[in-house]
């Protein structure tokens, strides 16, 4: 079992810059950071979890239309560790943030969640 502590939330105005940190230990966890594509979800109020941004393990990466050109994900297997720039942000990216490994089929690989981190963007 691994287990998903994420970092870097808080209260920003629209326009704003975060910085989200994720790390991934326990038993085989770098062994399994290493091989497995990953991910940050997010969850509004009332919304569904989405997958916002992922890292392949060659660090390719893909993003969620909303935050295309806004976010960028990166990870650091030295480190089981991934991180999401969030730059230019917007009322509609408050949610709470979330690290997981992900699937091809795009859904998280690994249970439970972390606690994730809230991130507010707001006047």
């Known amino acids: 079992q691994v287990r998903l502590v994420e970092s870097g939330g808080g209260l920003v105005q629209p326009g704003g810059s975060l910085r989200l940190s994720c790390t991934v230990s326990?038993?085989?966890?770098?062994?399994?950071?290493?091989?497995?594509?990953m991910g940050w979800f997010r969850q509004a109020p009332g919304k569904q979890r989405e997958l916002v941004a992922s890292?392949?393990?060659?660090?390719?990466?893909d993003y969620a239309d909303s935050v295309k050109g806004r976010f960028t994900i990166s990870r650091d297997n030295a480190r089981n560790a991934v991180y999401l720039q969030m730059n230019s942000l917007k009322p509609e990216d408050t949610a709470d943030y979330y690290c997981?490994?992900?699937?091809?089929?795009?859904?998280?690989?690994?249970?439970?969640w972390g606690q994730g981190t809230q991130v507010t963007v707001s006047s």
């Open positions: 890292t392949t393990t060659g660090s390719t990466t």
């Open positions: 997981n490994g992900v699937h091809q089929n795009r859904e998280p690989t690994f249970s439970p």
């Open positions: 326990g038993i085989a966890s770098r062994i399994l950071f290493s091989s497995n594509e």
